[in-house]
């Protein structure tokens, strides 16, 4: 993998903050993440190389949290919460919408690599459920009618 | 003292204990499952749960260490339901396909069950099911009967330090893999399945092959890979050995083996063993009787001894054969042919590295015990990676190195990459100036200590190299060079851990002297490596051109008149050839016979196509091994060999430890001492052993090393160097030992193009992994590490095929980036032919003897068509 110096120098920077390698280990997963969208098993590879930690344990820890991707992700991450508030209030139907429009279903990918969705059970937005993260940016308030406009700004 | 009281037994320490230790010492069994005895406490699996005094919840016996007036109690009912409660949790998963289990009849979750879990669970839910992961040539994972425990990680993690092992996800959906998720990247030494409390991680070789309680026999002997000689139980039934096992509480390795210890031995299964005799009849080998074979060796020795003299005839042992072999066979040289032309494979490097610095510093010197490692206070590696060539003993390198002290490698840091705060590596004129430089170093940081004069006015008397010359030579800049120096001066009782490589090569002579310097300053111990069995032993039986099986140099009339009474033989008074020079007599026409026992020349010694040529030349040569060797094509005579677990014997060990390997199955063939005898009959020489002990017996009223020892005395593994006290009296001369002139490396060695240097492998040992199926399916062909500084230069990605050529030849092989490695180095295998030493031109040390294994101005070429590696040898194994 062709690593440009940006994430590489960002990593130098994480190294000069800690006192040791292992406590970079989960700033530079981030970094990659947010570089190539997911975590892919050369990119596990050189991170446990640059931190000089062996793999099988950069593995295991990336695994163990849900906001690393270890699968090829979209361009744009849909993050649509099912748990209680939102379900009451009309989330669930919200994914038949996603799936009518664009053909996504959990945890999938659309062929033309525009949108992940992944279902979560609560993003903290109850007070405006059904709500969803597209990215970073938190959607409240959400209905069957204005969930694809707002999706139509994200190419 | 603590003081505490268990099931009402009142039972007193020294010093904090855990509550399951105190247990066990007052005789009372708290059941465990995440626990061993190997492991660091864990507290995982909380089926220890015992009850405390005053505590209000049950705690963990495995990892609570007890305090003063606790009072204990393990069998409660609170105790008891916990513990049922634990085991149907541990249920709801597991699946129970014991009957198709190999773990059944020795899995702990099943005994656990059957002893104190319920009777049956009340989960409704399904199990969670899984296949069986079964990408992996060589280890089973099955999720499902995983449990959790971590065993195996911690295992990996802390004891065997490859980490490869992790649990990935989380909660319900936790599983331990490998990075790959599927086959092992590893170092397979096997640890992991042997402490897996259940049938989770499995080992191939004896898949639904094995049931615990329909062996036959366990027997316990010594493994036959490297010189650590790690203690193992073979397991038998029908005549086979069908797994072979460490024991948590025997020998040097504690529970513990590496990949050839653990997965080799199915190279006394192989297919191809010999069973029989063959002779050359009109070029052809056919198969002959015992008579027949024995018959021909004697008349053709006879004459040849007749026409060309005693001295025409020589004999190489292998450092795979045991002690008794090795004895019986310099016995029937000296005694029956009558010449001293005896050696062996550690005449060429770890025999001359030990008699060096016997030589110069103290008679003994290398006789260290591996667990020492642990405890010292610096560790300096150089000339081969000891996690690869002796691995058990590379583990204490590793665990010195957790408890934070430095490693200093010179060379390719291999498996202590982790573990070494540097790694110099270089091409070997370098390193003999690097050397001389940080000795240099030293020597102003450090008082002489006054004790050896010789060897202090040595010290005094070489002229380094200018810093900034040997700096820009070994490509590191002179801080590096001074920093190190100050790390090692700082160090009051370093092991100095030598491999082979830094002795044979053209400088390994003034390397040997500033590793001697070196010791000497630091007040270091030596480790040598050794990459067979046997090495020592075949040393102390006399294999060598040079000394008696006394122990003493045949040189000196009083001690060779002595050793001949005592066998009543008559021994010649002029040393004979080494193992080098008698190839190169070979060569010449000057050898008419040889006789190699266990040995495969074609593949052991630097420059094959050498060697082949020296073995063409051979009028009579005689065989004698399990398999059909690429030396055996040439023979005249092949004899059949037994295994190490198909007879009894010993083995002397790289610390020098005596061991005893006993016999587990039934061989077909006959015993090499016993042929070797039989032989020396027809020359007259009657030598009347009945069995090992006999020939140890012998050894032992002969050998000022071995005296008074017996074969049923060792038989504890206990027998350390220097055995019954006293060091040997002869008078130690450092004659010979010229002053190097670090000036002259630099001028001469030319050293500018690319340097290939031997990579002794992790998963082969010389001739014997090439017949275990099991270790060849890790690594089934050799392969060169490249820097990625040269693999970008000539475009090579890992897995392409490069050829790789010198003035000797050329040899196409797979390549591995490897980001370690400076662009003037690469690093070749050799195990299994195809390797460096088909490339090496010959070059041998005047005065170490040694045949060089590295080779300088290498081409390398990147090769566009796939080249099939040993086309030949599947039908060089049926004998062609
Ligand atoms: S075989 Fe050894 S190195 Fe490989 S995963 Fe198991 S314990 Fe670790
Ligand atoms: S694989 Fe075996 S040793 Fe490892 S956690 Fe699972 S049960 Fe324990
Ligand atoms: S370290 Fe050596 S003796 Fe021990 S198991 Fe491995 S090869 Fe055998
Ligand atoms: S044995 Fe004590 S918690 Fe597992």
Redesign the pocket.
Known sequence: MALDNKILDEINELKRKYEDERSCLLPALYLFQREYGWLSPEALERVAEILNIPKATVKGVSTFYAMFSHKPMGRHLIQLCTNVACMIMGGERLLDILKGRYGLEPNLTTPDRRFSLVIMECIGACDTAPAMLVDTDLHGNLTEENIIGILERYE | MITITIDGKKISFERPVTILDAARAAGIHIPTL?HHDILKPYGGCRLCLVEVEKVPKLQTACSQYVSDGMVVRTETEKVVDARRAVLEFLLINHPLDCPHCDKAGECELQDLAAKYGPAMGRFAEGKRRYPENLEDPLIV?NRE?????????RMCDDVQGASALSVTGRGSKSY?EPFSGGAYDCEYCGN?LA????G??TSRTHRHGFRPWLMEKEVETVCSYCGVGCSLVLQVRNNSVVRSVPRSGLGLNRGLLCSKGRFGYDCLNYGDRLDAPLMRRNGVLERVTWTEAINCIADRMKEIKRENGSDAIAGIVSGRCTNEDAYVFQKFFRGAIGTNNIDSVAGMAYGPAQRFFEKILVQGVTANPIQGISDSDGIFVIGGDPTAINPVLGLQVRSASKKGVPVIVVGHPGGLKRYSKRAFIMNSAAETVFLAALVDEIKRRRPLPGERPVLEEIINGFRPAPLEDASKMSGFGPNDLVDTAHALSNMSRPSIIIGRDIVQTDTGHMNLLFLAALTYLLNGRIYLLSELPNEQGVLDMGCQPDMLPSGRPLTVETFRKRCEETLGIIIPPAPGLSYAEMTEAAHEGRIKALYVMGEDMVLGLPDSNYVRGALRNIEFLVVQDRFFTETAKYADVVLPALSWAEKEGSYTNLERRIQLTRKAVEGESIEEWKVISEISKTFGLHMGYRSAADIFSEIARVSQIYRELTLEGIADGKSVWPYRGGPLRYDMHTEGTKLPDIVSVMEESGMSGVHVRREAHLFHSQNASRYSPALLSITPEPHLKIGDILADRLSVKDGDRVKVSTDAGSIVLSARRDPCLPDNVVLASTFDGGGIFEITKWRVNPITKAPASDVNGVVIDKEEAITVLHKDRADSLVGG
């Open positions: 995440c994972r009967r995983c449990i959790l425990c971590l065993r195996c990680v331990i992991c402490v897996c409390p259940v989770a991680i």
